[in-house]
């Protein structure tokens, strides 16, 4: 196999990590399954955000998990294309809005 | 027009071929537990039948569609249909055994020729539960069946109709196009005779498939979301929505090597496996008839032509003592009963 930094099949061995501190592990898997039910936000609003973040956050085995969970929960592809807008909106919003501290440093230093 | 495995001399059309690929294939290397073993974990093996209730009936392979996940490999081109002579050997047993419910299947059903003759007779047996599973276009396929939502409704019979998705893409992706504006159609015609209103007891349900290679979400969930779509976008009414996982078996297989999501599918299988959902997987409870009169513990197996294991092997000779004491027959397809909330005929199971 080519040798790159991720591997498909590494996800399928996420939950592995418990075995080097089970504590903190299983700690992180029973919040993490806590977040992801039902409350004042539905699974699939949930399944929607977690979508758009593994976007902005880039990271390939999210981006897999969460396609996969939209499709089951039948969530079409123009609802998670519109979630990864969303995503893609806030991140060049929050590059963009850093140009304001870029602004104000020249108005500062500048005669 | 799209084609059967058969018609197209595909290699996956030999049941024999396909019980190869899921038993050595390619986890020749062992990394996937066979299904046996997974059960016997749970002194669950040898899987053994219950009390007979469900009789499912196959009347025949021909189909007007050509859907790409389809387990029975039907389409226009399959010509097996059961002949009266079967069918008059199914009424007989539907007479003896205890069986509350009968389920009809095929391909589509309603293409048999025979098919309103063999509803007659059958309704007659004051069977608790007569199912006809539809796939709703061919109710608009010929003015011959624009008549169905009466005739269905004359026999009380309960209408299961597939329905993949509640947007038009997804639909037609799956079962062709069309599809989906035809399905709207027969299910506005369904309602209009009463079926699937709340209160009322023509009962109309859904089944849901996964249009690919995941796993159904959670059943309720899916449900609520058919139902509020439906509403709102054609004001169509339904009971239940079953939830189906596809089993990798001929076309769904097809598509699933095709596409090179066979290993990471049956992985995805193995790592949902529930035994809880083990104890009422439908072979435990139903036994499945071929358009030939053959038995089967179930529509997959059937499919990978798989006879039950018991000296009784053809409905002329039924006799459920005998068939009672078998064992169900068991493979890698099963996995897909089993993965989740599991699943069958009838949706989920635990
Ligand atoms: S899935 Fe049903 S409707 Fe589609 S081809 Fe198969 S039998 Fe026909
Ligand atoms: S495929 Fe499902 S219903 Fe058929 S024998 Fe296997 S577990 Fe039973």
Redesign the interface.
Known sequence: MSKTYYDPADLRKFGKITEWNEELGNKFFDYYGKVFEEGALTAREKSLIALAVSHTEQCPYCIESYTKDGLQRGITKEEMMEAVHVGAAIKSGATLVHGVQMMNKVNKLEM | MKKSLLARNNDLANTQRQLEILSNGMFADGELPTFAKKIKETNQFPLRPKKLEILQINLGYMCNQVCAHCHVDAGPDRKEIMTVETMQQCLDVIKKTGAHTLDLTGGAPEMNPNFRWFVEEASKAGIKDFIVRSNLTIIRANKKYYDLPEFFKKHNVHVVSSMP???R??TDKQRGDGVFDKSIKALQMLNEVGYGKEGSNLKLDLV?N?S?A?????QM??EN??KKALKEDFNIDFHQLFAITNLPISRFLDYLIASENYEDYM?ALV?AYNPLAVENVMCTNTLSVSWDGNLYDCDFNQMLNLKVASKVKHISEYNEELLQNRNIIINQHCYGCTAGAGSSCQGVVA
């Open positions: 998705h509640w947007t893409g997804k849901y996964p690919g995941f796993l159904p979400g959670d969930a899916l979301d058919f992985y790592e």
